[in-house]
């Protein structure tokens, strides 16, 4: 399981809904001999800066993991199938782009890392709001879907996002 960590097969683009900000995820790359579940309960967890980027990708990636794809709600006192954390580091700043860092790691409920990403997000020229927080949370959600580890949900009154444009670096 290692090995996955260490696979960056391509790097994952996506404007988020700001015109001056772009996410970028390094994928750890699919690997169809893990066994995966088709609808796991999953216990999220996110670290951020402050309480208030906690809170806004927080709601994303629980809105995300509800309506775009395929899992069960956690019964009350249950474990999970799998735990997500994602942590969020404070924002660098060069000039008239900050670039926010983050992590996402997806481990068994016994605690073993099955997967884990790496990416940012760029921000030229504005203000770091919620709408960054949406991105990486929906990116962090793409990456799953794209390793294998989620099946995506379609329904035809809530569409899917188009595909990121994937690129190799």
Same mark, same amino acid.
């Given at each position: 399981?290692?090995?996955?960590?260490?696979?960056?097969?391509?790097?994952?683009?996506?404007? =988020?809904? @700001? &015109?001056?900000?772009?996410?970028?995820?390094?994928?750890?790359?699919?690997?169809? %001999?893990?066994?995966? #579940? /088709? +609808?796991?309960?999953?216990?999220?967890?996110?670290?951020?800066?402050?309480?208030?980027?906690?809170?806004?990708?927080?709601?994303?990636?629980?809105?995300?993991?509800?309506?775009?794809?395929?899992?069960?709600?956690?019964?009350?006192?249950?474990?999970?199938?799998?735990?997500?954390?994602? =942590?969020? @580091? &404070?924002?660098?700043?060069?000039?008239?782009?900050?670039?926010?860092?983050?992590? %996402?790691?997806?481990? #068994? /409920? +016994?605690?073993?890392?099955?997967?884990?990403?790496?990416?940012?997000?760029?921000?030229?020229?504005?203000?770091?709001?919620?709408?960054?927080?949406?991105?990486?949370?929906?990116?962090?959600?793409?990456?799953?879907?794209?390793?294998?580890?989620?099946?995506?949900?379609?329904?035809?009154?809530?569409?899917?996002?188009?595909?990121?444009?994937?690129?190799?670096?």
């Amino acid at each position: 399981l290692d090995t996955l960590g260490m696979m960056a097969a391509a790097i994952m683009w996506v404007s =988020t809904a @700001e &015109a001056g900000a772009q996410t970028y995820v390094s994928l750890a790359g699919r690997d169809d %001999a893990i066994p995966k #579940l /088709g +609808r796991p309960a999953i216990v999220l967890r996110v670290d951020a800066p402050n309480a208030n980027d906690a809170a806004f990708l927080t709601t994303e990636l629980s809105r995300e993991l509800a309506e775009q794809v395929h899992t069960r709600r956690l019964a009350p006192g249950e474990a999970g199938d799998y735990d997500l954390a994602v =942590t969020v @580091e &404070a924002a660098r700043v060069d000039g008239p782009v900050a670039t926010v860092p983050f992590e %996402a790691v997806l481990t #068994l /409920g +016994r605690g073993e890392r099955l997967w884990r990403i790496e990416g940012r997000t760029d921000v030229e020229g504005a203000p770091l709001d919620a709408s960054v927080f949406a991105g990486i949370g929906r990116n962090v959600i793409s990456a799953l879907i794209h390793d294998g580890w989620l099946q995506p949900r379609y329904d035809p009154d809530n569409p899917p996002p188009q595909p990121p444009t994937i690129r190799s670096e």
